[in-house]
């Protein structure tokens, strides 16, 4: 069946960087997209960016001098960078199928 | 960016109840070319990830139950639940994918009155 879990620290230091992994099964990541939505403590969520099926990629404008999303098809897993790090960023941060399924988050505290 | 305006913040149920929500959108998420709404509700229960509830405005994703009812078009849409459940309080959320970035509404709160 279909499934995405996201995997990274929990622990950022403030400037640094964040790598998360969204590991897919049930399906091929060139068939489908995956986008990435976080979720900051007690807030609303919001949309960070998409890596479509044939690799193209598109990001929230907000964010985008500091993110980047990236594939390895061959391991089934997407990848999410983001620079520059505060406390504002602080939050669950989720991997989803084409807005239909979704992992069940990794919480990334921003802390010195 | 579109904003995605939803009301009421919260709101107070009780079971078997008739619910209505409302979710305005900054300009028309109506796409001319496939008369499609690019509008979804998300139900996110607690220490859960959100679930896709409703897409296209009104079309059910396989498995939702028949009283969530997505309708509305152009700017104005509306979730109904037309009898509420214990299992239903939840925060539902909207969100436009016509234009980037995606975004999402606030949410209205469920809440057992």
């Known amino acids: 069946q279909v499934q995405l879990k996201e995997s990274g620290p929990g622990l950022v230091q403030p400037s640094q960087t964040l790598s998360l992994t969204c590991t897919v099964s049930?399906?091929?990541?060139?068939?489908?997209?995956v986008h990435w939505v976080r979720q900051p403590p007690g807030k609303g969520l919001e949309w960070m960016g998409v890596?479509?099926?044939?690799?193209?990629?598109d990001y929230n404008s907000a964010l985008k001098p500091r993110l980047s999303i990236s594939r390895d098809t061959s391991k089934s897993q997407v990848f999410l960078t983001m620079n520059s790090l505060q406390t504002e960023d602080t939050g669950i941060y989720y991997c989803?199928?084409?807005?239909?399924?979704w992992g069940q988050g990794v919480m990334v505290t921003v802390s010195s | 960016d579109i904003v995605m305006t939803q009301t009421p913040s919260s709101q107070a149920v009780s079971a078997g109840e008739k619910v209505t929500m409302s979710c305005k959108s900054s300009?028309?998420?109506?796409?001319?070319?496939?008369?499609?709404?690019?509008l979804a509700w998300y139900q996110q229960k607690p220490g859960q990830s959100p679930k896709l509830l409703i897409y296209?405005?009104?079309t059910r994703e396989s498995g939702v139950p028949d009283r969530f009812i997505g309708s509305g078009s152009g700017t104005d849409f509306t979730l109904t639940i037309s009898s509420v459940q214990a299992e239903d309080l939840a925060v539902y959320y909207c969100?436009?994918?016509?234009?980037?970035?995606?975004?999402f509404g606030a949410g209205t709160k469920l809440e057992l009155k």
């Open positions: 969100q436009q994918y016509y234009n980037f970035p995606y975004t």
């Open positions: 989803n199928r084409n807005q239909a399924y």
């Open positions: 890596i479509w099926s044939g690799g193209n990629t």
């Open positions: 296209w405005a009104s």
């Open positions: 049930g399906f091929s990541l060139t068939s489908y997209n």
């Open positions: 300009q028309s998420l109506l796409y001319n070319e496939n008369k499609k709404n690019y």
